[in-house]
């Protein structure tokens, strides 16, 4: 049974635990950015996001368990809305086919909740940096972001190694950004601040540069010698937590790669961009130097009361079961480390992504934290193998406006290395994961 409900209606089951409220304009509008002339950005407080693009790509019985672990379940009463009656509408009759059978439509959406200033809208604190084919595709035409313009930006495919990759499509004006630019290859740490103000000079990069990161994600498998030349988006977000440790004032991540830029529509190019390379940089570097930990303060803050180091690897790395590289022996975790989850494997975020590869709705990844002790008020520092995954989810406690936040650079290839150092396998007690 599907029924219209009014605004008055709306704000009055709100509170009301039967009800769930799902949200069906795209993800870029949800996080708080203003795609059809609304008057103010972002979603109704408690809404869960669903744009209408994943029922169009995935399968019912993916949808339906997608929206089951939002709590969306077929019992419920479910209120859909996008901008206007035609989104919920058609949104409705797609929930009514797979058998959710009390759903209800606010058709006014989006623009009449945004138009009072007294009805409350929640966003994703920096939202901004978290940017959409749209908002780059208008940078590139016009050199504005909004009625700003830009005197200086740079959009840079990012690869590790694979330049093939870059000649074969990027972005109109992107350069090719390789991570071994920033990132050593014998320990994979960042670089030496010469090195990076070197390699950011070159690539035509300042701190006052405006950045736009991206990258192209092509499935890669353990099968693979060097898996990480198809992680391309965790590259990305490798890049930009070290573009900001290093002091640019405007990093900004393409939402979803490369992939979203071409599935809008927008045309790609192959020809190489030759950046202009810059003089100075403009400030000292690091300019961040909180976003990026040593092992001694690694170890600092696993014995803090006020901090806490999250493991973002799989859970068979976690264990012990695997090493999660073909480069790396020993298997384990660093005693005390929270286990933040990632994906599959070492190259891979699904826990922390959208089926179209951009960013997971942010209120899940905070709540998914927030039961297992990783909450704001803390000194928290991300970990992986070498620093890509906790990178990404750098990036994304960024993106929710903490600021207590950084990388263990070194990580598990770091800690591993010195058998003094003390490392769990198996699983931990049910406190450290639940």
Known sequence: MTRRISTQELQQLLSNPHFVLVDVRPIAAYNGWQLNGEVRGGHIPGAVTCPQSWSENLKPVELMSLLAAKGVTPDKNVIVYGYGPDDSIEAAANMSRMGYENVLTYDAGLAEW???????????????????PQWLQQLLLTGKVGDESIERYQICHVTFGVPEEYKQAHIPGAIHLDTLVLESPEDWNRRSADEIREGLLAHGITHDTLVVIYGRDSNPTMDELQPGQKAGQIAATRAAAILMYAGVEDVRL?????????????????????????????????????????????KDLIQSPEGELVSIRSWAEFTGDVSGYHYIGPRGRIAGAVWGNCGTDAYHMQNYRNPDNTMREYHEIESNWREVGITADKRIAFYCGTGWRASETLFYAYLLGWDQIAVYDGGWFEWSKDSSNPVETGIPPVSEVE
């Open 114 to 132: 945004a138009a009072d200033e007294d009805r409350p809208l929640q966003r994703l604190a920096r939202y901004e940096k978290l940017v959409h």
């Open 254 to 298: 393409l939402d979803g790669g490369f992939d979203t830029w071409s599935e809008a529509g927008y045309p790609v190019e192959t020809k190489k961009n030759e950046p202009v390379p810059a003089a100075a940089f403009g400030a000292d570097i690091p300019g961040r130097p909180d976003l990026i930990i040593d092992i001694d303060e690694a």
